[in-house]
């Protein structure tokens, strides 16, 4: 009763906080951000969850989209009422964790700019590559490492910003929303061209020479080192090295493999990982050149078996051995120690026995790349070797050939071949490829086709380690007369090499998903603080210094809003006030709040049923209207004046029983204060072609019965509601009920349910007792199963 205490006491008093259709006006602007924010918020949830690939900027800016609609909801609810002004305050904090995750900078443009090798340990300013190496030459194990130092990261942050590249590379890559590779292509040659033409600052030239300068050599290896390269991302490939470079010519060479970060694949793999382009800033490490006799990669744990260790070498410099040009010889070997090992050279034997003391001390496997120079054995390079494991799988389908696996994983689909590069554009998603070689671009394509077959290629390749990242399968040794070329079906086996005529059942077991690490404990951070839904009921916890997330902020501002306009007072203007004359013993007062009929005379006071454009009150009347329902005696005679007098004068809702109903309505929104004699019963309803807006939200009051007629009814109410799908709370003889997110058609039907049940419950507790409810509830279950509940 205090609602209507105080509704009556504004009408009194002539004092109104806000005007019915200004706060109406501002609920419904409300309505509109809130949806804005949550349709932000879903798209980037799906970002993150189906790991979609988008740049970091991209998403930053998406989030940053989140911000300005949630603020916009939070200020919509402080002008409905300005007691929720605390929600900036929440809002601000909420923003603060978020930008936590958000704001990565690239590493400070201030010295050192150059690091010797021994001392380039920290990984963020020196890059994997070579703080691994760094590492190594602190355990207590003789290995050969070339001499060498480090152009750090905080040297490519000074580069990017004294040639004013930094905003102009933020906003270029702010525009990859997805995988685009004619939008990678476009982005990448722009940033790349841009690098090779800005020039070396003297600072940092100097500071190169000079430890040029100390190396007593003539020709370089200037090899990217990127931070987070060689990690649980290998950036396998991905970035430029340059070999054989002439002291007088690194400045070429140093901004070729700083404008490699931008490659169209290093990109894509970026994206895919959803790492911030300023997480991975570009470090390069810089090696005398070596004419080596032999050169390749160990790997100290091989995917099919872990207990053998696997050399693979070429004669010369392995360059074409790991970009996947080259297959080159092999060695297997058991890492158990037997008689075999004593038979190898002198180099091999050495690289098996640091491979196995290196796996040892850092518990996990390693790929290695190695070269031999005048019986000398050098490690160039250490990193994790990372690989899934999976259980064979028999396949009861025809063999059409077998080559090797260098992959693991099952795949199916039709050939394509891909013959030249430049047709990378053309792959179809879910097909299996056919090509020359493995080359390192094939990672543009590798989430979208099923597997890769490749004529020459090796498990030592870069290529391979990424695949083996996501378990794609890829095999090797396969020439192209060997497949069928007319659309049939092969599936391939990246475990035996196998290639089988027809479609296996790949069951989501044996699929796999990218390795969790830095990124995924990122963007769960940033999940936490968007999407992550504390205020899961509307109980005591539903209160502003619960709301943990920008979701939790924008469904309090929802559920606040619907609350006040429980309490929304209308105005008493005649120009907007009409009389519905009808035949049922109700009186009802419409203010219209902006569509709820067209323009009438400003001296028609009455409006008929069929006049009022408002689909809530249209299909709750049907309900009243309802054959089911019957209201006997005809409404008492209504005076207009006098209803002026008492809104302006004391009115007492048990004395006056001629002043009724209040209705507030537009096109799709109503909000009825209904009166059936001592009953009370607000229904605030918005049914909209928006799922997600729409609502009804209904309360009960009062009661001129017994207790027990009281309470039986609303236990009864209670029980249709929540039949209903309604979200009930009760306290005495209050009764809310909530329902959420249903379509428009839906909650028609259910307002026009509503209407009979409003109709028949009315006076229910004047003769509602023990040995007749449960009648009323089969009569009700009847009911209900007619509307398909």
């Not at 059936?676 to 009661?703: C, M, P, R």
């Amino acid at each position: 009763m205090d609602w209507l205490k105080k509704f009556y006491f504004l009408l009194k008093a002539k004092v109104f906080p806000l005007t019915a259709s200004l706060k109406y006006k501002h609920f419904r602007e409300l309505l509109l951000w809130d949806r804005r924010s949550l349709e932000s918020i879903a798209q980037i949830e799906e970002i993150i969850l189906k790991k979609i690939p988008c740049d970091f900027y991209f998403l930053s800016l998406k989030i940053d989209e989140v911000k300005k609609y949630v603020k916009q909801t939070i200020e919509c609810l402080i002008q409905i009422n300005p007691q929720y002004i605390i929600l900036r305050e929440y809002f601000k904090k909420v923003c603060f964790y978020l930008d936590l995750n958000l704001k990565f900078a690239f590493p400070s443009p201030e010295l050192p700019f150059v690091l010797p090798l021994y001392q380039a340990k920290n990984s963020f300013l020196c890059g994997g590559k070579a703080s691994s190496l760094s590492k190594i030459l602190e355990l207590d194990i003789k290995i050969n490492i070339l001499p060498g130092f480090v152009i750090t990261t905080q040297a490519f942050s000074f580069f990017l910003k004294e040639n004013d590249l930094i905003s102009f590379i933020r906003l270029q890559l702010s525009s990859l929303d997805n995988n685009d590779f004619s939008k990678i292509k476009k982005i990448s040659s722009e940033i790349q061209e841009k690098i090779l033409n800005s020039p070396v600052p003297d600072k940092l030239k100097q500071e190169v020479e000079h430890a040029l300068k100390n190396l007593k050599f003539s020709k370089f290896a200037f090899r990217s080192s990127a931070h987070l390269e060689d990690s649980c991302f290998s950036f396998a490939g991905q970035y430029k090295s340059c070999l054989n470079v002439e002291k007088n010519k690194w400045e070429e060479a140093y901004k070729q493999v700083l404008a490699s970060k931008y490659a169209p694949s290093a990109i894509t793999y970026r994206l895919k990982s959803h790492l911030p382009d300023t997480m991975t800033p570009m470090a390069v490490l810089v090696m005398p050149m070596l004419s080596p006799e032999k050169s390749g990669v160990m790997y100290t744990s091989l995917p099919e078996n872990r207990a053998n260790l696997g050399i693979f070498y070429v004669s010369g410099i392995g360059e074409n051995l790991v970009g996947g040009e080259q297959k080159g010889d092999k060695i297997i070997l058991e890492k158990k120690y037997n008689k075999k090992i004593e038979l190898l050279d002198k180099g091999i034997k050495t690289l098996f026995k640091w491979g196995l003391a290196l796996e040892n001390i850092l518990q996990h496997p390693l790929d290695i790349e190695w070269a031999i120079q005048d019986s000398r054995v050098y490690l160039l390079q250490v990193r994790p070797f990372m690989f899934f494991e999976h259980s064979s799988k028999e396949i009861d389908l025809p063999v059409l050939t077998e080559g090797s696996g260098v992959s693991f994983g099952f795949g199916c689909g039709s050939i394509f071949v891909l013959n030249s590069l430049k047709d990378i554009e053309k792959v179809p998603a879910k097909s299996i490829v056919w090509t020359k070689y493995l080359y390192p671009e094939l990672t543009l394509i590798l989430d979208k086709v099923s597997g890769i077959i490749a004529k020459e290629g090796s498990l030592a390749s870069h290529f391979s380690h990424i695949a083996r990242e996501i378990a794609k399968p890829v095999l090797t040794g396969i020439t192209l007369d060997e497949l069928p070329l007319n659309g049939q079906v092969v599936s391939i086996d990246g475990q035996t090499g196998k290639v089988f005529l027809g479609k296996i059942k790949i069951n989501e077991s044996i699929k796999s998903t990218p390795f969790e690490c830095k990124s995924a404990e990122t963007l769960n951070k940033i999940l936490t603080h968007l999407s992550k839904l504390n205020l899961v009921t509307t109980d005591e916890n539903f209160v502003p210094e619960n709301c943990r997330s920008l979701h939790d902020l924008v469904r309090y501002c929802h559920e606040m809003a619907i609350k006040e306009m429980f309490y929304l007072q209308p105005s008493n203007r005649k120009r907007v006030v009409k009389q519905l004359k009808t035949s049922l013993p109700l009186s009802i007062f419409i203010f219209n709040l902006g569509s709820a009929w067209e323009k009438f005379k400003k001296d028609k006071k009455y409006i008929n049923l069929e006049d009022i454009k408002s689909t809530p009150f249209q299909y709750l009347f049907k309900g009243f209207l309802n054959s089911a329902v019957s209201w006997g005696n005809t409404p008492p005679n209504f005076d207009w004046d006098k209803f002026d007098d008492l809104s302006a004068g004391i009115f007492n809702p048990k004395n006056a029983i001629e002043l009724n109903s209040f209705c507030l309505l537009d096109k799709d929104y109503m909000h009825f204060m209904l009166r059936f004699g001592y009953h009370f019963t607000l229904i605030d309803a918005l049914v909209s072609d928006i799922t997600e807006q729409n609502y009804v939200q209904v309360s009960f009051k009062g009661g001129g019965g017994l207790e027990i007629g009281k309470n039986l009814r609303l236990k009864l109410i209670s029980f249709v509601f929540r039949k209903m799908h309604f979200q009930i709370k009760r306290e005495g003889d209050f009764l809310k009920a909530t329902l959420r997110s249903r379509t428009k058609d839906e909650l028609k039907m259910i307002l026009e349910l509503l209407g009979i049940l409003f109709g028949l419950t009315r006076m229910l507790d004047m003769h509602l007792n023990f040995s007749n409810y449960k009648n009323y509830v089969h009569t009700f279950l009847n009911l209900l199963k007619e509307y398909g509940f």
